[in-house]
Antibody, heavy 119, light 114 residues
Framework: QVQLVQSGAEVKKPGASVNVSCKTSGYTFIGYYIHWVRQAPGQGLEWMGWIDPNSGATMYAQKFQDRVTVTRDRSIYTAFMEMSRLKFDDTAIYYC????????????WGQGAMVIVSS | DIVMTQSPDSLAVSLGERATINCKSSQSVLDSSNNKNCLAWYQQKPGQPPKLLIFGASTREPGVPDRFSGSGSGTDFTLTISSLQAEDVAVYYCHQYYRPPMYSFGQGTKLQIK
């Protein structure tokens, strides 16, 4: 069955970086885009960026363009999201999700990874 | 950017009654190349990731109960739960995927039992 399993919770200081992984299984990794979406505590969903696992092409929301890097390792069917220069309001659950095409809904989601930014 | 606005922000409905959630987009999300609306609905229960219910504005994801239905086109969309069950308590989000990379979500509607 399709699974997206994310890395565990992280606590980081302001200014640090965090790397969240999303290990996939149960489908053809290179056949689906991987998106990253975050949700601050008690808030809604915010799309951050996507990666095409086949080509490695990426696209980011303008808000995150200078701080977020999404990569993938095809050999282990895993996507990664790195966010640098963390701020207090980056405290959120970070989800990965897949879509079959760019004009497509997100049909499977990871369980989420909590990132807490605290001094 | 396409702004998605849901109404109401919260809703309380009696068990067995109909629940209706609306979503309005600031621009049409109808893809004229295939006449499909790039609009999805998700259900999120506490402590869980969102779950896809509806895509293409009206197509149920496999396994989603048929009490869930989606309708609308262009800029105005509706998610209807025909007979509310206790397990439907959740926050519901609409999502436009018409204008990648600028995907956007509604602010969410919290559905509770009256």
């Amino acid at each position: 069955q399709v699974q997206l399993v994310q890395s565990g919770a992280e606590v980081k200081k302001p200014g640090a970086s965090v790397n969240v992984s999303c290990k996939t299984s149960g489908y053809t990794f290179i056949g689906y885009y991987i998106h990253w979406v975050r949700q601050a505590p008690g808030q809604g969903l915010e799309w951050m960026g996507w990666i095409d696992p086949n080509s490695g092409a990426t696209m980011y929301a303008q808000k995150f363009q200078d701080r977020v890097t999404v990569t993938r390792d095809r050999s282990i069917y895993t996507a990664f999201m790195e966010m640098s220069r963390l701020k207090f309001d980056d405290t959120a659950i970070y989800y990965c999700a897949r879509s079959w095409e760019l004009h497509g809904a997100f049909d499977f989601w990871g369980q989420g990874a909590m990132v807490i930014v605290s001094s | 950017d396409i702004v998605m606005t849901q109404s109401p922000d919260s809703l309380a409905v009696s068990l067995g009654e109909r629940a209706t959630i609306n979503c309005k987009s600031s621009q049409s999300v109808l893809d004229s190349s295939n006449n499909k609306n790039c609009l999805a609905w998700y259900q999120q229960k506490p402590g869980q990731p969102p779950k896809l219910l509806i895509f293409g504005a009206s197509t149920r994801e496999p396994g989603v109960p048929d009490r869930f239905s989606g309708s609308g086109s262009g800029t105005d969309f509706t998610l209807t739960i025909s007979s509310l069950q206790a397990e439907d308590v959740a926050v519901y989000y609409c999502h436009q995927y018409y204008r990648p990379p600028m995907y956007s979500f509604g602010q969410g509607t919290k559905l509770q039992i009256k």
